[in-house]
């Protein structure tokens, strides 16, 4: 009796090291999925300033996924040829209500994947109004040598323009 006692005891201490293991491990996926976001290695943003490394940033636009209540939204942030980081929100000032107002680069330009509109990487943070990013001023944003921060209020106060993507 006394080892079929012991048995128990320690299968049930073993039963209880697994399930703390996998609680462990579940929460820091958690923790990873939050902070790093996906497997592309983005960035996801729930709630939070959103946090852009300029190290990251090069001539290829890199989109972060961002999150308000149950919209997603994209920021994108490239590198243009004088050396500055330009910064927009990943979606079309004309077409974003169609869902489909979001742009993906094609060599030195972002192309609308509703109607097609090419916009120069050059132009981003530099054209307001029209088919093109919506983008992100220098007083709606901080930088400084090592990053950029978008703050959370001015990409909730924006969240309507993604209302209707589908990316």
Excluded: H
Excluded at 7 to 29: D, E, P, R, Y
């Amino acid at each position: 009796m006394k080892k079929q006692n012991q048995v128990n005891s320690n299968s049930n201490k073993l039963k209880m090291i697994v399930l703390l293991a996998a609680g462990v491990f579940m929460f820091f996926t958690l923790v990873n999925f939050l902070t790093r976001g996906n497997d592309k290695g983005e960035i996801l943003a729930v709630g939070e300033d959103l946090i852009i490394p300029n190290s990251e940033i090069t001539e290829v636009a890199k989109f972060y996924p961002y999150q308000v209540g149950n919209t997603k939204m994209e920021v994108l942030a490239v590198k243009a040829n004088d050396g500055t980081i330009r910064t927009a929100l990943n979606t079309c000032q004309v077409c974003y209500n169609s869902g489909r107002g979001y742009y993906v680069q094609e060599g030195n330009e972002l192309v609308c994947q509703n109607c097609g509109n090419r916009f120069l990487i050059e132009q981003v943070e530099i054209i307001k109004g029209g088919c093109n990013p919506v983008p992100i001023m220098k007083e709606n944003k901080t930088e400084d040598d090592t990053q950029i921060v978008v703050s959370k209020e001015y990409l909730a106060a924006n969240a309507e323009l993604f209302a209707n993507w589908r990316k």
